[in-house]
């Protein structure tokens, strides 16, 4: 019997005292250990205080001078994002039909699983650094680098659609002896075209901030005029690309947003 | 009985109205349009697009077998990768409580805390992990701090935004009896809002974490420590047997953070 008390308190996090203080214990000791043993220069940081306000003095007031070379970045971002969703969806509608467990045989699926998650396993800047040494730079290697990071995402997300599909539909239009490429058009893709369209747009929009990173180490687009711009020292003018990149993607993010909303 | 006719309009069944069909058709040329302007304009050496699979093929070539003589200092880097990822999460949830408490429309204390707090929350998840980045490593120079500092500026947008949310849908009625009790604005939070988004709270920084060990993989590309500085040079140095092996950790590692965070939502939530 449990002593009875007069206050009360909250229950532990984790009940087993044993099991909470090893967790914590454990928990303190990696912060401790690694904060300690981190290669971190503290000199550099502490002179890092003067240098930002040399940076953010040298960013203010951005200098939208070269808007001709800030239009003509942003163009091409546009226009690999473009390219890299076209790509991107189109190859992974196939891709997502290998890789929904319902209606491919198992090694198919697996083959499917494996692509997905090897096109999800790099950060795209990896890609594009291996694309840019492939096929040279500029905005072709940042289309190949986003075409495969979209069909990581899309591929996914609509594998796992395709795998909530109402069966009724397919078994209906097998039964009246429809032939395979009938049955797809008219029972699976109806079910999944309104989430397909949705992340489409969601990837359009994905692809257009991606683009400005891939653009950092060659990949084309805006930011390489950033990356160029912070090589340069031209604080003023990489303020003003920012802000344009800000800008834009709060932008496309409401446009893509109300566009998703009209079509549910 | 009505005919088909009748209720259609017209004899055979279709499944759009001409209206319909022409929105439909109008999107698509849409999207032709654009898909042909970009592929018209875009300044691309076609030479090289032909070439590309070729290219690629010989890259692959060249990196196999990989070259496992450099695993210890891979590994080592590895794990700063992932201590980078860890600090800067854990850094980047406790900053961010305060800026969700003020983002949320039900506890934030007056309108001009809550677009302080939004602002905060949309600049932070505006600006890549990258581009804060290369801010950073311009600033602090080249190594860890730069890093962390980049991912926790990135993070506590992400984390701050879906903690506000949570707290917004909090069911209001514990705070409120603590309230009618005379509690303090302390213990509302700690025994009323706390407890109700704490599921989402571990959810959220699980999630965030997985997020951040793959951005910490391609900061050291731009000098902010991490995988990603013997990544660039290998690549540097055109050493593709060491930039495989490179390549075949990162995934293992993207892989176990994908074993790990599901095990711990699991165990937790």
């Keep these: 019997m449990s002593t009875p008390r007069d206050t009360w308190s909250k229950p532990p996090f984790i009940a087993n005292p044993v099991l909470r203080w090893t967790v914590y214990l454990g928990v303190i000791a990696y912060f401790g250990w690694v904060g300690l043993t981190m290669p971190i220069d503290w000199n550099r940081v502490a002179a890092g205080i003067e240098r930002a306000g040399r940076i953010f003095g040298g960013a203010f007031p951005p200098s939208f001078e070269r808007s001709g070379l800030l239009i003509d970045g942003f163009l091409e971002s546009l226009k690999i994002a473009i390219l890299a969703t076209a790509g991107g969806v189109v190859l992974s509608i196939p891709i997502a039909f290998m890789a929904a467990r319902n209606i491919v045989p198992l090694p ?38 986003l075409i495969i990071y979209s069909i990581g995402f899309v591929a996914k997300m609509l594998a796992e659609r395709i795998e909530e599909i109402d069966f009724g539909q397919v078994e209906a239009l097998r039964a009246a002896g429809a032939p395979y490429l009938s049955t ?3 029972a699976i893709f109806p079910q999944i075209m309104p989430r397909q369209i949705g992340l489409t747009i969601y990837q359009l929009d994905s692809n257009l901030r991606a683009s400005a990173v891939v653009g950092i180490v060659g990949a084309g687009g805006i930011g390489a005029t950033l990356a160029n ?26 446009v893509s947003g109300i566009i998703r909303k009209r079509i549910q | 009985m009505t005919s088909i006719r009748e209720q259609f309009g017209r004899d055979d069944w279709t499944r759009f109205t001409p209206k319909q069909k022409l929105t439909r058709w109008g999107i698509l040329v849409g999207c032709a349009l654009a898909i042909v302007w970009a592929l018209s304009s875009i300044r691309v050496v076609w030479a090289w697009v032909w070439g590309a699979p070729e290219q690629i093929g010989d890259l692959f070539g060249r990196m196999y077998p990989p070259d496992p003589t450099n695993l210890a200092t891979i590994l080592k880097v590895l794990w700063d990768t992932v201590n980078i990822a860890t600090f800067a999460t854990a850094f980047a949830v406790l900053l961010s409580l305060p800026v969700a408490y003020i983002a949320a429309q039900n506890t934030t ?49 992400f984390i701050g935004k879906l903690l506000g949310e949570a707290i917004e849908e909090i069911d209001k009625r514990p705070v409120e009896a603590l309230e009618a009790t005379g509690a303090s604005r302390f213990k509302v939070i700690v025994y009323a809002i706390i407890p109700q988004v704490m599921p989402t709270f571990w959810a959220v920084a699980i999630l965030r974490w997985d997020i951040n060990l793959r951005e910490s993989t391609v900061l050291g590309l731009v000098g902010a420590g991490g995988i990603g500085i013997i990544l660039q040079g290998a690549i540097d140095t055109f050493n593709w047997p060491e930039v495989a092996t490179i390549l075949l950790a990162i995934i293992v590692l993207v892989i176990l953070g994908e074993v790990v965070s599901a095990f711990l939502r699991r165990r937790i939530l």
Excluded: C, Q
Excluded at chain 1, 113 to 137: D, M, N, T, Y
Excluded at chain 1, 234 to 253: G, N, P, Q
């Design chain 1, 229 to 254: 711009a912070f090589g340069r020292y031209d604080y003023d003018f990489a303020l003003a690309i920012t802000i344009v990149i800000v800008a834009v993607i709060l932008l496309s993010e409401a």
């Design chain 2, 109 to 157: 204390p007056n309108r001009a805390t809550l677009w302080l707090g939004r602002l905060i929350l949309v600049t932070s998840r505006s600006v890549n992990t990258i581009i804060w980045a290369l801010l950073f490593v311009a600033i602090f120079g080249p190594g860890v701090v730069a890093g962390i500092v980049a991912i926790m500026f990135r993070s506590v947008g």
């Design chain 1, 108 to 145: 198919v699926f697996y083959l499917g699983r494996a692509i997905i998650i090897v096109a999800r396993s790099f950060h795209p800047v990896i890609v594009a650094i291996v694309f840019v040494k492939a096929v040279g730079f500029g905005p072709f290697a940042g289309v190949l680098t």
């Design chain 1, 184 to 186: 797809l058009f008219y």
